[in-house]
């Protein structure tokens, strides 16, 4: 069973970049048809998907949040990272990775807040 957990800090200052990082146990995530995701909540709000990396290496990104996304991957690690740059008070939330259909991570929290 494919299991997720999210690490990274838990307050960041505005403009600077979010980093979160997901690690993989139970599946390799170069496994076919698999497309590893981060989704967010922000506070009192809907869930937002806001990209994917796919098991070949090819990336997908939310177009309102593409010019500040990139998702990359450590394969010898089993690993993918989230970046987000220009960060402001708004994207506080929940961040969640997960493969999409199969499962998700429990979430971490983080506040943009100088």
């Known amino acids: 069973q494919v299991q997720l957990q999210e690490s990274g800090p838990g307050l960041v200052k505005p403009s600077q970049t979010l980093s979160l990082t997901c690690t993989v146990s139970g599946g390799s995530i170069t496994t076919a048809d698999y497309y590893w995701s981060w989704i967010r909540q922000p506070p009192g709000k809907g869930l937002e998907w806001m990209g994917a990396?796919?098991?070949?290496?090819?990336?997908y990104y939310s177009p309102s949040l593409k010019s500040r996304t990139s998702i990359s991957r450590d394969t010898s690690k089993n690993q993918f990272t989230l970046q987000l740059s220009s960060v402001t008070p708004e994207d506080t939330a929940v961040y969640y990775c997960?493969?999409?259909?199969?499962?998700w991570g429990q979430g971490t929290q983080v506040t943009v807040s100088s």
């Open positions: 997960g493969a999409l259909g199969v499962s």
């Open positions: 990396i796919a098991y070949s290496g090819s990336t």
